[in-house]
T-cell receptor
Framework: DSGVTQTPKHLITATGQRVTLRCSPR?????VYWYQQSLDQGLQFLIH???????AKGNILERFSAQQFPDLHSELNLSSLELGDSALYFC???????????????FGPGTRLTVL | QQPVQSPQAVILREGEDAVINCSSS?????VHWYRQKHGEAPVFLMI?????EQKGHDKISASFNEKKQQSSLYLTASQLSYSGTYFC????????????FGAGTRLAVHP
C-alpha cells in the first residue's frame, strides 16, 4: 500500500458523459501527478500539480481538466467521454524536494474507467 | 521524447538473469524504474541520477550511463515474484518531476 488513495475503483459510463476521479496523496506529499494507461500500454503523463498550482502538462486533452484543492487532494474531470477514453487512470504523489527530478512518485491503485 | 525500452518481452526460468535497457534521445536528469503487475499500480524500484551511479536492491540493480543517456536494469537469479512489466521513467533537465515513461518490458519468470 503506497498511501495514495483513489476513488472510485471502477467507473462505467456512457459516451458523452462527464466523470470525476479523485485522488488523495500520501500524508506530507505536496505534488500530485495524473497518468493514463490504456489497455496494455505504457503510462501517459497527463498533468502535475504542486501545492495547488499546475506545474506541468503532458498530452492532456482539452476535454480533460484537473485541479488540486487546499487540502491537497486532486480531482481529474473527464467530459464528453469517448470510447477511446477507456483506460486505467493513476495518480501519483511525491514530496517534491528542491532537487528536481529526484522525487519518488508513489502510485495509487488506479481508477478503471470503462466508456460504453 | 518517449524513452525506448528493450527488449519488449523476456521469458526466464527461475534463477536466470535478465537485462532491460532504457534509452533516451534527450539529456536526462534522472531515470526511475518501476514494476507493474497486471491490473495493479506501478511499484517504485529505484532512481538513478545523472553522474553514472549504480544502485542495487536485493538482486535487482541498475546503472545510468550519462554519456549514452541510457539506463540498464539488471535482474539476477530471478524469482517468480519478478514477473511483471518493467517501466523506466525519465526526467529531463529542467522538467521538474515530470516523468516520461517507456512502453515497458514484459518479464515472465517460470518455475
Amino acid at each position: 500500500d503506497s498511501g495514495v488513495t483513489q476513488t472510485p475503483k471502477h467507473l462505467i459510463t456512457a459516451t458523452g458523459q462527464r466523470v470525476t476521479l479523485r485522488c488523495s496523496p500520501r500524508s506530507g506529499d505536496l505534488s500530485v501527478y495524473w497518468y493514463q494507461q490504456s489497455l496494455d500500454q505504457g503510462l501517459q503523463f497527463l498533468i502535475h500539480y504542486y501545492n495547488g498550482e499546475e506545474r506541468a502538462k503532458g498530452n492532456i486533452l482539452e476535454r480533460f481538466s484537473a485541479q488540486q484543492f487546499p487540502d491537497l487532494h486532486s480531482e481529474l474531470n473527464l467530459s464528453s467521454l469517448e470510447l477511446g477514453d477507456s483506460a486505467l487512470y493513476f495518480c501519483a504523489s511525491s514530496v517534491e524536494t528542491k532537487q528536481r527530478g529526484t522525487d519518488t512518485q508513489y502510485f495509487g491503485p488506479g481508477t478503471r474507467l470503462t466508456v460504453l | 521524447q518517449q524513452p525506448v525500452q528493450s527488449p519488449q518481452a523476456v521469458i526466464l526460468r527461475e534463477g536466470e538473469d535478465a537485462v532491460i535497457n532504457c534509452s533516451s534521445s534527450k539529456a536526462l536528469y534522472s531515470v526511475h524504474w518501476y514494476r507493474q503487475k497486471h491490473g495493479e499500480a506501478p511499484v517504485f524500484l529505484m532512481i538513478l541520477l545523472k553522474g553514472g551511479e549504480q544502485k542495487g536492491h536485493d538482486k535487482i540493480s541498475a546503472s545510468f550511463n550519462e554519456k549514452k543517456q541510457q539506463s540498464s536494469l539488471y535482474l539476477t537469479a530471478s524469482q517468480l515474484s519478478y514477473s511483471g512489466t518493467y517501466f523506466c521513467g525519465t526526467a529531463l533537465s529542467g522538467g521538474y518531476n515530470k516523468l516520461i515513461f517507456g512502453a515497458g518490458t514484459r518479464l515472465a519468470v517460470h518455475p
